[in-house]
């Protein structure tokens, strides 16, 4: 199993400087014995996967649906909207990637199914109440569970690739999981190897005939990688006016680091760099699918999917050539009603941050000119959904 020693060793040497950090003690605790064993367990599980399952050794990916787009565009909700049709889609759930192992996953449903039938479900319970204490009060924000589907990214987390590091301390300066490719083609084909196999033991897990959904805003930079990983990719790049979604993207983010104890001035240069980020995920992407008109493709507008999320999934089924079952049309329906009576509860400012109205309209003026977005006179405390 892979495991990237240069951003590991990269994260650890800045740990090691932040001196006047509280938790600078606790987490080099985590990097040097926490990390390595649990690479060590997952690696051994991730060995074991091909002796113990046959089946892997000849299960393929085949025509792999990705939602991309700038994080807050809607790649949750459209991601879940399809992630409701589970005779056609496989996807990995929060928990789950946690255990990359096809063995680890097993084992542990296993568990659950005997704690369920023997005991009356307490474990689950426990998890329950732990998920609710944990996630409920951001819910508003971001519905995210153990046991809903996520950002797929994640599973290469044992692998010591995830944003998640940068989400617990400040240094999206530091390391760089966005410009994947740009990366030297060795590293880059490593990253994505390990990617490949853990979404093969999530298709194994869930019968292996389904298609692997995967939501990330930010495989906006890894577009090229995923179409030179899987060939038959089938990509939908949700879109959304970016004086609504940067801010509330740097708000949320910001919410993660104020949570853990850091200042304004410890993550200002990650804010930067996020910010700069931000601007690359809707320009990356729209360049590397220009240079792939093979790959079927859609643009999928937010306001679309908000008003009409039924109609516009029905779009996006049809640009990859996909049969909507009578079961699965009936549930869009239902979520059609539901979605338009959402209402926001995200509260954010663009003027709080380095950040303008008249930047953001300037550098991407050809989406505002695309999808006939209002330009300026636009002011602040913008609501999210």
Request: proline share 5%.
């Amino acid at each position: 199993m892979y495991f990237d020693l240069q951003y590991y060793w990269r994260v650890l040497q800045h740990v090691r400087g932040l001196k006047h950090w509280p938790g600078r003690r606790r987490m080099l605790v985590r990097l040097l014995l926490q990390v390595p064993l649990g690479y060590l367990f997952h690696a051994s599980c991730f060995l074991l996967d091909y002796l113990l399952f046959p089946r892997l050794w000849r299960q393929q990916v085949r025509q792999p649906v990705f939602i991309l787009g700038h994080a807050r565009s809607g790649t949750t909700l459209a991601h879940r909207l399809l992630a409701a049709d589970t005779d056609t889609f496989s996807y990995f759930l929060y928990w789950e990637m946690f255990f990359p192992s096809l063995l680890q996953k097993k084992i542990i449903r296993i568990l659950g199914w005997m704690d369920q039938q023997w005991f009356g479900g307490p474990v689950r319970r426990r998890l329950e109440a732990w998920d609710e204490k944990t996630f409920g009060k951001y819910r508003h924000i971001h519905n995210m569970s153990l046991w809903n589907s996520e950002e797929d990214q994640f599973v290469m987390r044992a692998a010591f690739v995830t944003q998640q590091w940068a989400l617990d301390v400040p240094m999206m300066d530091v390391i760089d999981l966005f410009h994947v490719d740009e990366m030297p083609e060795k590293k880059r084909r490593r990253w994505l190897h390990h990617y490949r196999e853990c979404v093969k033991r999530q298709l194994l897990l869930n019968g292996g005939d389904r298609t692997h959904l995967s939501k990330n805003p930010l495989m906006c930079g890894w577009v090229e990688s995923l179409i030179e990983t899987f060939p038959d990719a089938r990509i939908a790049v949700m879109m959304r006016n970016p004086v609504e979604c940067m801010p509330s993207v740097l708000k949320l983010v910001e919410i993660s680091w104020r949570g853990k104890g850091w200042t304004r001035e410890d993550y200002a240069e990650s804010l930067r760099e996020l910010t700069r980020v931000s601007f690359e995920s809707f320009h990356h992407p729209r360049e590397v699918l220009q240079r792939h008109p093979e790959t079927p493709q859609i643009v999928v507008d937010y306001r679309r999917i908000i008003a009409q999320p039924r109609d516009t999934v029905l779009e996006i089924y049809r640009a990859f050539d996909l049969a909507i079952s009578p079961e699965y049309d009936r549930y869009l329906l239902t979520t059609q009603e539901r979605e338009r009576a959402h209402k926001p509860g995200f509260e954010y400012s663009i003027d709080d941050y380095e950040l303008s109205v008249e930047e953001i309209e300037s550098e991407l003026s050809i989406f505002f000119d695309n999808y006939q977005w209002p330009r300026s006179g636009g002011k602040t405390g913008n609501p999210d959904t």
